[in-house]
């Protein structure tokens, strides 16, 4: 699992030509979703100062809980989760 903070990854993931963006998606935590969890393909986000965007919405990377591959392989996960927790989609 890499470390560092979650925007440093997904700059990673989304501007490094060696990575393809549609391959991730990250877990954010969402309050009323099923499991008050919510996932979002990498690809339809921007990044922002101390937030993320998709489309007007904001959201602030604090939410992020977790950067995860397509193939379940998490890539990056916020301090303080198990290593229980699952976010294979």
Request: proline fraction near 3%; charged fraction near 30%; avoid cysteine.
């Given at each position: 699992?890499?470390k560092?903070f979650?925007?440093e ?5 989304k501007y490094d030509?060696r990575e ?17 969890i919510?996932?979002i393909p990498?690809k ?7 937030y993320f965007?998709?489309e ?6 604090h ?19 198990g290593d229980d ?5």
């Open positions: 699992m890499r560092g979650v925007k990854v997904l700059a990673k993931i030509p393809n963006e549609e391959d991730y998606y990250i877990v954010i935590e969402h309050r009323g979703a099923y499991g008050d919510k996932k990498v339809l986000i921007t990044l922002g100062h101390g965007f998709i007007d919405t904001q959201i602030p990377y939410r992020i809980l977790a950067v995860v591959r397509k193939d379940g392989k998490v890539v990056w996960k916020k301090r303080g989760l927790v699952k976010f294979r989609s």
